[in-house]
């Protein structure tokens, strides 16, 4: 896939299918085009919403599984979003 095809897939089927999964309060799809290397970046309200089925067919589109998947626990946050400022377990 190169990076005009998955800036397509996210404009026109990606973007509007994670627009309302319940518990997701932020996502940040990144690429780069040189390494040819694509990721998303979650912020989930718990460990439970992060664990549903998620509406992509991005592994089907660029042909494999993920190679590298981890999970933190958010300590803190700053945002211009009200929605994602002072998340974390600093704030619990």
Not at 3 to 8: F, G, H, K, T
Not at 12 to 29: I, Q, R, T, Y
Request: avoid cysteine.
């Amino acid at each position: 896939m190169t990076i005009e095809e998955l800036r397509r897939y996210l404009r026109e089927e990606s973007v509007p299918a994670f627009e309302d999964v319940h518990g997701l309060l932020f996502k940040a799809w990144i690429a780069d085009d040189a390494s040819e290397r694509w990721g998303a970046v979650y912020v989930w309200e718990s460990r439970e919403a992060s664990e549903q089925p998620l509406p992509s067919r991005a592994r089907e589109l660029i042909g494999n599984d993920p190679q590298i998947i981890e999970i933190f626990d958010l300590e803190a946050t700053v945002s211009v979003s009200d929605r994602l400022s002072r998340l974390g377990l600093a704030f619990e």
